[in-house]
């Protein structure tokens, strides 16, 4: 008999709006709390059950940690979770394939594999920048003032930065997240965005998230509406793009937790010739990803030409406010995604 099966937290918002979605199409779902080791019952199955008897969706784990230098190695463990995981595919039918969660884990390597493919990115600035000395010197050979870092396996604006330097002043201003906790002296998420201009405090900042195993990235030029600056997420479904959300922001960084305003991107009075152009690049990087059901894309359109860019991916990107307290239609489409193979012949 078949059966789906939630690997997530308990009375988390993905986890209520899922669930909600899937009682108003008649679909059981059994939970496996992360928290309790409860995914190890799917190991176990490995000797009971038979092949393809279980639909498999995983959601992310809670950490508990705000500490930026836990990231790596919490993101780590996580990875290896996965890799245990995709052991079970002759057992288990995967939502998303977890060797394919676990490479768009990696920032890095998530863009090279893009590049390769002929999809437009955010570019890299081609080498991994090992401290600020090393930073400042590649900025100014490549004839950059302003340079985005991000921490390799980080989430969340977690250790995200924003820097500008004029060479010809020495004015330097960071924005970021993350400051030094004065108790502890770690490097921690505070989830509320803050400028830095002091010089030393800046380098100091910009070295501990640069030892983070961070990516470097060109600062391009947003898109603006309003006065405000912004970017796209968007979430593709089974080849269908669900859902395509604008993030604005007065400040670099757009993630909405930080006090950013959604709004729908319908309503940003875009070209129609843009919108194809974005949900055609979402389409064709979802194509990348083969095992891959439900993908989060972070798109940037450059100020002017409008051209749209991959910022990254994320293969557990599903959760948007703006859609789970109104339609729910994202939840809703993979509640009927599971719901075709709970009763269907595949």
């Known amino acids: 008999m078949r059966q789906v099966i939630l690997l997530g937290t308990p009375g988390t918002k993905r986890t209520v709006y899922l669930e909600k979605a899937a009682r108003s199409l008649n679909v059981p779902i059994k939970l496996l709390d992360w928290k309790e080791g409860d995914w190890r019952q799917l190991l176990a199955h490995r000797q009971t059950g038979g092949p393809g008897e279980m639909l498999l969706k995983i959601d992310p784990p809670v950490w508990d940690s705000c500490c930026l230098e836990d990231l790596d190695r919490l993101a780590r463990s996580y990875e290896k979770d996965l890799r245990v995981l995709a052991g079970l595919e002759k057992e288990v039918v995967f939502f998303n394939n977890p060797l394919d969660m676990a490479r768009l884990l990696d920032k890095r390597q998530c863009k090279r594999d893009l590049e390769g493919s002929g999809i437009p990115v955010t570019r890299l600035l081609g080498e991994k920048i090992r401290d600020t000395e090393h930073l400042l010197e590649a900025m100014e050979r490549k004839n950059m003032s302003q340079v985005f870092l991000k921490p390799v396996r980080g989430s969340g604006a977690a250790g995200a930065a924003a820097f500008r330097y004029q060479k010809k002043t020495g004015h330097m201003v960071l924005y970021t997240c993350g400051i030094e906790d004065p108790d502890t002296g770690r490097l921690v998420n505070t989830k509320r965005l803050r400028r830095f201009t002091d010089r030393s405090q800046v380098l100091s900042l910009l070295e501990r998230i640069l030892k983070l195993d961070s990516i470097v990235e060109r600062w391009y030029a947003k898109a603006e509406y309003q006065g405000f600056s912004y970017d796209l997420r968007a979430v593709v479904q089974r080849g269908q793009v669900d859902f395509v959300l604008a993030r604005l922001s007065k400040g670099p960084i757009t993630n909405l937790h930080l006090n950013n305003h959604p709004l729908r991107a319908s309503q940003l009075g875009l070209p129609g010739l843009i919108m194809e152009q974005v949900e055609e690049l979402c389409l064709q990087t979802a194509r990348c990803y083969k ?44 509640a009927e995604i599971m719901k075709e193979w709970l009763y269907g012949e595949d």
């Open 291 to 334: 095992g891959i059901n439900s993908l989060g894309l972070d798109i940037l359109l450059e100020k002017g030409s409008l051209r749209p860019r991959i910022i990254e991916l994320n293969g557990q990107g599903d959760l948007i406010y703006q859609d789970i307290y109104s339609e729910n239609r994202i939840y809703r489409h993979q």
